[in-house]
C-alpha cells in the first residue's frame, strides 16, 4: 500500500514565478564571468591552452596535447568545443569565443534542473494531498512551482558560481550529467510523449560524459538510474504503468537505455576507460573533516533543505521523484571524496541537490521558511556591502585599512574606474534592495518564496565580483601579468625554450606573452635564444640543458604570490 504524501499545498500556493523574472535571473547568473575577463589559473587557462593548441594544429583532437606532452584530461569532447568556436568565430578573440559553448552548457544545466523537478513533480508519488472539498494544488501548477523552486535552489548554491563559469570540462561533465537525470527523470513520468527520442538523448549524454572524462561517473550514475526505473516499474500498478501494456514490448525506454549502457560499457572496458577505484587506498587518504567542510560550504543552502526532504519523505525513498535525484547526488558526493579534486567532483552534485531541496518546500513550516529568508538576508546584504566598501576603498583609499589591506594583498595593483561596471553593480544592488523589501512585504505564499533570496543573493555577490572586483580578481588570479612582462624580456622573434611550465604557464606564455615555447626535452630548441625554467626543475636542469652556454638574467614572480615565480636565462654561447 503506498504511503501518504507528506505534501499538503493549496492551489493558492502554487503561482508561477513570473518568466521574466526568472529569466532575468538566470541571465544575471550566467553572462557575469564569462565577459571580460582573462582565464584563471589553473584550470581555466589550462583548458584553454588545450583548446588553442587543437584550433592552431598543433594537437591531435583524439589524443589533446600541449607541446607535445599529452594533457591529464583524457576526455577530448569538451576541448573540441572550445577549439571549434575558435576556428567558426574567427572575428572573435579566442578567450572570448571559447566560453560561447561553454555559456550555453551553463545555461542547459539550469533549463535541465527546471524540466527535471517539472518531470519529477509530476509523479503521482510526489503529488500533494488530494483535500475533501478539492482546493489542492493543480498537478501542473504544483509541477511548475516545484520546478521554479527548483532552478532557484541551482542558483543559491555557494559552490556553483566560480566553476560553473570557467572553460573546463568539468562545466561539461556538469551539463551532460544534469541532461542525462532529466531524461531519466522524463521516462519515470507516466505521461510523457517520444520515449524512443528520451533514450536516444540519455544515451548520447552517456558517451558524451565518457568522451568528456568521467567514465566511471557515466557508468555508475546511467547503471543506478535504470536500476531505480526499473524497480519503481515494477512496484506500480497496471494503472500507473510507465507504458500501456500493448506498447511496452515496443516502446520499452528501459531496454533501449540499457542496451547503450552495456555497449558504452564494453567499449570503455576494451579501452581501458573504466578503471576500479582503488577503493581502500581513496578511502585511507580522505582528509574527513576538510572533505566535510566543503561539503557544507558548497553545497549551501541546498543541504539543509535536502535532509529535511530525505526525512519528511522517507516513506518514498524508493519513488522515482526522491530517489532518482538522490542517487545522483550520492554517486558525485562519493566519487568527490575520492577525488583529488573535490570541489570539481562535488560540483556535479549540485543539479541533483536543488532537485531534491525543491521537495522540502512543500513540507516547509512557515517558521523555518522565515528563518532562512532572515539568515540569507543578513549573510548576503553583509557580503554585498564588504565588496563595495572594499571597492570604494580601492577607489578612494578610505577606508584606509580595507585599501591596505587590497595593497599588501595585490602589490602594483592600480584600480581603474569603470563606468559600466559600476553602473551593473549599481543597477544589481539596487535590484537586490527591491526584492528584500517586496519579500519582506505581505503577499500570498508561494512554493518558491523561500528561495527567493538565496538565489537572488548569490546572483548579487557573483555580480559584483565580477564587475566592481573584476580588474583586482584579473591581476591577482590572472597569469596575463607575469606571462606579459616575460614577454619583454625574451626576443620579439625567435623560440624560447620552456623547462618544468605547468599547463597553465604554458598556455598563458603561449596566448598573453604571443611566445613560441620549444620544450628542452624536444630537443628542437637549438636557435632559442631564451630559456625560461620553474624552480621546481632548477635542481635536474643540466641534465637537459648545458647551463654554460645560458646566463641568468631575471626571476618573475607573480605580483600576487611570490612562491610561483620563474626563471629567464639568455643564450651567451653556442
Request: a positive charge.
Amino acid at each position: 500500500m503506498n504511503q501518504p504524501t507528506p505534501a499538503i499545498v493549496t492551489q493558492s500556493a502554487v503561482r508561477r514565478l513570473p518568466r521574466i523574472a526568472l529569466f532575468l535571473f538566470c541571465v544575471a547568473y550566467v553572462l557575469p564571468g564569462f565577459l571580460g575577463r582573462e582565464p584563471w589559473k589553473n584550470a581555466d587557462v589550462s583548458a584553454f591552452g588545450v583548446m588553442l593548441e587543437m584550433a592552431a594544429g598543433h594537437s591531435g583532437w583524439w589524443n589533446p596535447q600541449v607541446l607535445g606532452v599529452a594533457v591529464e584530461e583524457t576526455g577530448p569532447l569538451p576541448y573540441w568545443l572550445g577549439a571549434v568556436f575558435i576556428k567558426l568565430l574567427p572575428f572573435l578573440s579566442a578567450e572570448f569565443a571559447v566560453r560561447v559553448p561553454f555559456a550555453l552548457l551553463l545555461a542547459l544545466t539550469l533549463v535541465c534542473t527546471w524540466y527535471t523537478v517539472y518531470h519529477l513533480a509530476r509523479q503521482p508519488a510526489a503529488q500533494p494531498v488530494a483535500f475533501a472539498f478539492g482546493g489542492e494544488a493543480n498537478p501542473t501548477d504544483y509541477a511548475r512551482a516545484l520546478a521554479d523552486a527548483g532552478l532557484l535552489a541551482l542558483m543559491a548554491c555557494l559552490g556553483l558560481a566560480q566553476l560553473s563559469h570557467e572553460t573546463t570540462p568539468d562545466l561539461a561533465r556538469l551539463a551532460l550529467v544534469s541532461l542525462m537525470l532529466l531524461m531519466a527523470a522524463r521516462m519515470a513520468h507516466t505521461g510523457h510523449r517520444h520515449p524512443l527520442r528520451s533514450v536516444a538523448i540519455w544515451g548520447g549524454a552517456l558517451v558524451a560524459l565518457v568522451f568528456s572524462g568521467a567514465p566511471w561517473i557515466a557508468v555508475t550514475l546511467g547503471g543506478g538510474l535504470l536500476l531505480i526505473l526499473w524497480l519503481s516499474r515494477r512496484n506500480q500498478d497496471e494503472s500507473d504503468a510507465l507504458w500501456p501494456s500493448d506498447e511496452a514490448p515496443r516502446r520499452d525506454p528501459l531496454v533501449g537505455s540499457a542496451v547503450l549502457l552495456v555497449l558504452v560499457v564494453a567499449a570503455s572496458a576494451f579501452n581501458g576507460h573504466v578503471p576500479v577505484p582503488g577503493l581502500q587506498t581513496a578511502l585511507n587518504e580522505v582528509e574527513w573533516q576538510s572533505w566535510g567542510t566543503l561539503l557544507v560550504w558548497f553545497t549551501w543552502p541546498a543541504w539543509p533543505l535536502v535532509l529535511w526532504t530525505l526525512w519528511r519523505w522517507r516513506h518514498q525513498l524508493l519513488r522515482p521523484h526522491v530517489a532518482l535525484p538522490l542517487w545522483a547526488a550520492l554517486v558525485s558526493v562519493v566519487d568527490s571524496a575520492l577525488s583529488p579534486e573535490r570541489d570539481r567532483a562535488l560540483l556535479l552534485a549540485l543539479p541533483a541537490l536543488a532537485a531534491l531541496a525543491a521537495f522540502a518546500l512543500p513540507t516547509l513550516r512557515r517558521s523555518v521558511s522565515a528563518l532562512v529568508d532572515w539568515f540569507t538576508l543578513i549573510f548576503f546584504s553583509g557580503c554585498a556591502l564588504a565588496i563595495w566598501v572594499i571597492w570604494f576603498a580601492m577607489q578612494t583609499g578610505v577606508p584606509a585599512k580595507p585599501a591596505a589591506n587590497v595593497a599588501k594583498l595585490a602589490p602594483g595593483f592600480v584600480p581603474e574606474f569603470s563606468w559600466m561596471l559600476f553602473l551593473a553593480g549599481a543597477v544589481a544592488t539596487g535590484a537586490w534592495l527591491w526584492l528584500v523589501s517586496w519579500r519582506v512585504g505581505k503577499h500570498r505564499q508561494a512554493l518558491w518564496k523561500s528561495l527567493v533570496l538565496p538565489a537572488a543573493g548569490s546572483t548579487l555577490c557573483w555580480l559584483l565580483l565580477m564587475t566592481l572586483w573584476l580588474p583586482l580578481l584579473d591581476f591577482g588570479r590572472s597569469y596575463g601579468p607575469i606571462s606579459r612582462r616575460i614577454a619583454t624580456l625574451v626576443p620579439a622573434e625567435g623560440c624560447v625554450l620552456a623547462d618544468g611550465l605547468s599547463q597553465a604557464q604554458i598556455a598563458a606564455l603561449q596566448y598573453h606573452g604571443g611566445l613560441k615555447l620549444v620544450r628542452t626535452t624536444s630537443g628542437g630548441g637549438d636557435n632559442c635564444q631564451s630559456l625560461i625554467v620553474a624552480p621546481a626543475s632548477l635542481a635536474s636542469l643540466q641534465q637537459r640543458v648545458e647551463m654554460t652556454h645560458w646566463a641568468f638574467k631575471s626571476t618573475v614572480s607573480r605580483l600576487t604570490d611570490t612562491k610561483e615565480s620563474l626563471l629567464v636565462y639568455q643564450r651567451v654561447g653556442n
